[in-house]
């Protein structure tokens, strides 16, 4: 959900210096990317029990059963197959959810299109074979392997970067603003539920802020969660509302044991309003994530409660949430 940020109720002199460096680092280190598997499961080591539920918390929501389908999902789909057979004893309300717990929890799986379809027995409802919709610049296992190459370069570059820094939270603050820098929000982008139309067009909408947030974040080796919501209290000022609902997307990360909320786009657009980096939406509380409300299977993930790297409570003064207002931006 895009937003356009209309007034700032409460100017403020923005600091550009760092006012405290993270004084426990620890022996945080980024991934070197030399793997093209950026999940830490090798396609020839794959078992169910590698998906542990503080890095893949959609996965700990499901039943047993839909664990199992969710292991084969990914197996299959990892791998590049369209088509397979489903081995796992499955409903069409287990593979729905399944499903979507593959997508929230792995961006790296970005050559999805979101469209899938089966057959099933007519006598017990059983799913016998399923086949997903790749995009068309991964269509073919040639495509596909040129795509993952292109990603993970791109990772690699920003991460690279990203090793300089001397904290995680100045980690995640490089990652997050070679997003909002280098991505255009564009309704009309082409697959702008992927990565993808972030990292590689360079425009995208919420869903790929979000996605490309957490495929450079986990690649940096942060526990990094995509979280799908809506948009809440700004009834009639909220662009396409009538249309999606107010559906959102952003993240939550992990650092030094608690977890925060972070909006690439919303702070990419009240950056580009105020005509300077501005970041009213990085690493908040649930209290002070106003108009963010969680849906679905995202209602079970932590609560945010930490202040510590708030980005005013860490780098400096900057625009708070609270001070903000947007409208339509049609």
Known sequence: MHKTLIKILASVLLITSVIGLCSCFGD???????TSDITGISETSFKRANFDAGIYPYF???????????????????KGSQKFECTVEATADDLSKSIDAVLNDHPELFWLDNKYSYTYDPDDGSIKEITFDFYDFADTPEKLRKAKIDMEEKADSVISEARHKGSMVERELF???YICQNTTYDEAAPYNQSAYSCLILNKSVCAGYARAFQYLMCRAGFVCYYVAGKTEGISGQVIGGSEDGGSHSWNMVLIEGSY???????????????????????????EAFVYHARIGMSMGLPKCYDTKYKYSNYFGQTVEAESIVFVDAA
Do not use: M, Q, R
């Open 28 to 34: 945080f280190d980024i991934t070197d990317g030399s």
């Open 60 to 78: 700990a929501t499901l039943t047993e059963k839909e664990k199992d389908i969710y292991s084969l999902l990914f197996a299959e789909l990892y």
């Open 175 to 177: 990652i997050h603003d």
């Open 260 to 286: 925060y909320n972070v909006d690439c786009l919303w702070d990419d657009t009240a950056s580009d309003t105020y005509g300077s980096a501005i970041y009213p939406f990085f690493n908040l509380t649930d």
